[in-house]
């Protein structure tokens, strides 16, 4: 008898789960329909719960059949109580949605819950309901990314590159195999200048990525947008005004394992000149050596401090929610570097081979004081009119030694078995420091029940100084394998300042009347903008005062050492001294149609352009100052079909241009350490065609498919080039000009998918493109003798990268508190140096960066982890050339190939903690 109670006791034990149910199902907000992870889901009679995961989803298992109440809760909703019922089968999966808490009613005004602007389900809402092609990263995403910079930050979209800076940042974007100079940067919607001495691009290092709600990528351009975009344009939507009290905080630390090997170069910044003797003393004035304090150079070796990172938010609304105030700052003090090799190459064609002259070993060391300051209110009179104030100031401050030794290969008896060589040892002290501030007034105004104004008025001034920018070269040996340095070289001293000022208005009209019982939106505006240019450059050259002079015996410190001026007045006759304006008038026309099932947005552009430069000190120059004035008529039309709520099939075409950079017009000569450059007056804007077809899928909020293929025709397109001067044919000079035609076309695909508590983000872009330019090359005529000839060269845009491709894997676990995710970036060949002779451009081989991050929350706090450059993956750069040279060179193999230069900048790591409210 036992033995059968026993038996059924055990059948019934085993049955149990067999007769239960699992309860499945999806939590999202009422209003947005976005996911809401992090929901607590409970079955009351059971005490039985389960958190929803990153595509809102949770799962109940081994439920008994019957009938239960399951209650969802989750801060800042309303939490809601169901009544289900479980069969043996559980129940059928259904969303269960949450209205926000906390709905406040105004006097004019009803407020029904606040979307959330940096969340990941608004930014695939964005792109979904978006008149254009475009991607958007959330503030979500950018506050659990590896990536403490906007320039990180936009890496991660489809069909963008960045080029990195001297310590492996990312610093300019690339769009869809579109050089920097081809895009536009936006900041909540307007262009802000660029600190640049010679060009307009903004470099995206400078903003701190924290103080972002999200980041807008546009591809496609409507008549309402500046038409000076071919890739596209960048726009950072900053932190708002939360609807309620709102504190975000962080603090963190780290430590760059470059420093682990080797010491950090430093100079005393605090005791240089911030003006050169010549803006003190006037340009009559003749320079002493007591004129420059020796402060840049006074180096100091030693392991760096650790690197320190912070942020505080606060915002909240007043006035019965009338008014809202946003404070934001970013403070990011670290110390970054590289361990780096080049080699100098004979600057002549050499016909199938490439002669390497001399080996550079350098190391950087650069000091990073980035900071940034956000703030912005906006106040409600009523329901009908609406103003903004918005105020931003990035900094930048870099510090930055460079120390070098050079190995002559060529002469000086280089014996690399016994370790004798000719040496030259160079190091430069530089601090470069950039400003963007911008000061945007706006309005938003219901004038009529149709008709709506749209207005602002922008004042924006970005800067860059260099002051006392320091090289001290000295000679050297090395005897077996021992390094000495020996007598000193010329030195030079130079300051550089720029600014670029602008005052722009905007205004739009909004007129919404139905066609045919069709809605149409009407748009009609326009903008004016004035930016002023300045730039200023002086140079000082140097000798020693004692040319016999021998390190180590005559002196022991580069303080030491004593010298004599060879231009006392400085040396102000460059192309860096100029001034330049432009004006630009710009009008639009802009429908759009508003179809049950179509989208049609489109219309028209005019802009006026009238930009010009003048030579502050035109010595030998037969055009010292010059004008170009044209007008642009740029035409657009944008498709989107909505075959269901959650799919997209767009069209788009629309027409833009690029204009010149400031200096690029001015024709005087400016001296660099590795080649010489010049700008061309005579240099016309480029002018593109561009095609967009894309199709979108949003299966959920948070997720999407995408696939689209991009074509661009360029006329006109400018590129740098080592050319000759028409004048001085035996000068090369690395110029700009315009190279007929060029086109671009590609494919891009997004994926974004998400299962309980992980995801997986990934995108990949193939871009080709092609323009055809004039290349010089050397034969041998008819009577045997040298000539230079002028092929044609077909190759890809200068920084187009063929393949480029993301890939993220996420994972969250909102019941333990837990955010990770690993991110990989891979960049393919592009060339980063166009070179005058044919088949000697400069490409840089394709490289994986890989990086991490984590986060552990603990109710209103939490502590993070991020690492970056996880593979310590360098970035080399190559000519496809066979070497000429006979002999072993260190770092160099016979693959057929030159290694030009490579930089190691090792893995940076950051470890901190975080308190939100």
Same mark, same amino acid.
């Given at each position: 008898?036992?033995? /059968? ?97 906390? /709905? ?195 180096? /100091? ?23 809202? #105030? ?18 100098? $190459? ?16 350098? @190391? ?35 510090? @930055? ?139 000082? @050259? ?18 030491? #050492? ?22 630009? /008038? ?47 008529? +740029? ?82 397109? #400018? ?88 890939? $993220? ?12 995710? +690993? ?24 490289? #994986? @960066? ?68």
């Amino acid at each position: 008898m036992l033995r /059968k109670i026993y038996f059924l006791f055990c059948f019934i034990v085993c049955t149990l789960p067999v007769l239960a149910g699992n309860i499945k199902g999806r939590v999202t907000d009422h209003t947005t329909r976005e996911p809401l992870i992090g929901a607590t889901v409970m079955l009351e009679e059971k005490g039985l719960y389960d958190i929803t995961g990153l595509d809102g989803s949770f799962n109940i298992k081994n439920i008994a059949p019957g009938t239960y109440h399951l209650s969802i809760s989750l801060a800042g909703y309303k939490t809601r109580v169901q009544e289900i019922t479980v069969t043996e089968t559980g129940m059928p999966v259904t969303d269960i949605t949450l209205e926000p808490g906390n /709905k406040k009613e105004l006097h004019e005004v009803i407020v029904a819950g606040k979307t959330n602007k940096a969340a990941e389900g608004t930014a695939r809402l964005i792109e979904r309901d978006a008149s254009q092609v475009m991607n958007v990263v959330s503030g979500q995403a950018i506050k659990l990314s590896p990536d403490l910079t906007v320039a990180n930050v936009i890496q991660r979209v489809s069909g963008i590159s960045v080029e990195r800076n001297s310590n492996g940042d990312g610093q300019y974007a690339i769009m869809r195999g579109m050089d920097k100079r081809y895009n536009y940067t936006l900041v909540n919607g307007v262009k802000i200048p660029s600190p640049d001495d010679k060009y307009r691009y903004v470099p995206l290092d400078i903003f701190p990525a924290e103080l972002l709600d999200r980041l807008e990528v546009y591809k496609a351009l409507t008549p309402s947008m500046e038409g000076d975009a071919v890739g596209g344009a960048v726009n950072m939507v900053m932190k708002d005004a939360p609807d309620h009290l709102a504190v975000d905080a962080n603090l963190a630390t780290g430590y760059n394992e470059l420093f682990f090997n080797r010491d950090f170069m430093s100079f005393n910044k605090g005791g240089i000149n911030a003006k050169s003797p010549y803006e003190i003393n006037g340009n009559q004035y003749n320079a002493t050596a007591a004129d420059f304090p020796n402060a840049t150079a006074d180096y /100091k070796q030693q392991r760096p401090m650790p690197n320190l990172v912070g942020g505080l938010s606060v915002g909240n609304r007043y006035l019965n929610n009338r008014l809202g #105030i946003i404070l934001a700052g970013s403070l990011q003090h670290t110390y970054r570097g590289s361990n780096s090799l080049f080699f100098n $190459t004979e600057k002549v064609d050499t016909f199938s081979g490439v002669t390497i002259t001399s080996m550079q070993q350098r @190391q950087y060391s650069e000091e990073q004081l980035r900071y940034g300051l956000h703030g912005k209110l906006d106040f409600r009179f009523n329901s009908r009119h609406h103003l903004e104030w918005y105020n931003a100031f990035m900094h930048l401050a870099n510090t @930055q030694v460079r120390d070098a030794v050079g190995t002559q290969l060529t002469i000086g008896g280089y014996d690399p078995e016994n370790g004798n060589a000719t040496l030259s040892f160079n190091t430069r002290s530089r601090i470069t420091r950039q400003q963007i501030y911008n000061s945007t007034l706006q309005g938003d105004h219901q004038l009529l029940d149709k008709l709506q104004l749209q207005w602002a008025a922008v004042y924006s001034k970005a800067s860059n100084r260099q002051p006392d920018n320091t090289t001290i070269p000295l000679s050297g040996i090395e005897q077996h394998f021992e390094q000495t340095r020996t007598t000193v070289g010329n030195a030079s001293r130079s300051w550089e300042y720029n600014t670029d000022r602008d005052l722009a208005g905007y205004l739009h009209l909004v007129y919404n009347q139905p066609v045919a019982g069709v809605p149409v939106e009407w748009r009609l505006g326009g903008l004016y903008r004035d930016k002023q240019r300045t730039n200023f450059y002086n140079n000082y @050259q140097f000798h020693p005062a004692n040319l016999q002079a021998e390190y180590g015996k005559d002196f022991n410190d580069y303080t030491e #050492i004593q010298w004599v001026i060879d231009n006392p007045r400085g040396s102000v006759g460059s192309a860096l001294n100029y001034s330049a304006t432009e004006k630009i /008038k710009a009008g639009y026309l802009q429908f759009k149609i508003a179809a049950p099932r179509l989208e049609v947005t489109g219309g028209a552009r005019v802009e006026a352009t009238d930009q010009g430069y003048e030579m502050k000190v035109p010595i030998g120059e037969d055009r010292p100052s010059a004008n170009q004035t044209y007008t642009d008529v +740029l035409p657009s039309l944008h498709f989107r079909y909505m075959a269901n709520d959650k799919t997209n099939i767009r069209a788009s075409y629309f027409r833009s241009v690029n204009r010149p950079g400031f200096a690029e017009l001015v024709p005087a000569p400016i001296v660099r350490e590795e080649y010489s450059e010049k700008g061309n007056p005579d240099l016309k804007h480029a002018i593109a065609d561009n095609i967009d077809v894309r199709y979108e899928l949003f299966p959920q909020a948070t997720e999407q498919l995408m696939a689209g293929v991009f074509f661009k025709h360029i006329k006109d397109p #400018i590129e740098f080039t080592l050319q000759r001067d028409p004048r001085r044919p035996q000068d090369s000079y690395y110029m700009p000009g315009n190279f007929g035609n060029a086109t671009n076309y590609g494919l891009e695909l997004d994926f974004i998918k998400y299962v309980k508590q992980f995801g997986i983000k990934a995108n990949y872009t193939y871009t080709h493109s092609s323009i055809t330019t004039t290349k010089a090359q050397r034969v041998r005529d008819a009577n045997g003798d040298f000539a230079i000839i002028t092929p044609e060269q077909t190759r890809p845009l200068y920084g187009q990268s063929a393949h480029i491709g993301n890939l $993220t894997l996420l994972y969250r676990n909102a019941r333990y508190g837990w955010d990770a995710q +690993l991110a990989g970036t891979y960049t393919g060949d592009r060339i980063v140096t166009v070179a005058e002779f044919i088949d000697d451009d400069q490409w840089q081989k394709g490289f #994986i @960066q890989m990086d991490l991050s984590m986060e552990k929350t603990f109710g209103h706090f939490s502590v993070f982890a991020k690492a970056n450059n996880l593979l310590n993956t360098p970035m080399e750069v190559y000519i496809h050339k066979p070497r000429n040279n006979t002999d072993a060179i260190p770092y160099q193999t016979d693959s057929g190939k030159v290694l030009v230069r490579r930089d190691y900048y090792q893995r940076a790591y950051l470890l901190g903690a975080r308190y939100k409210f």
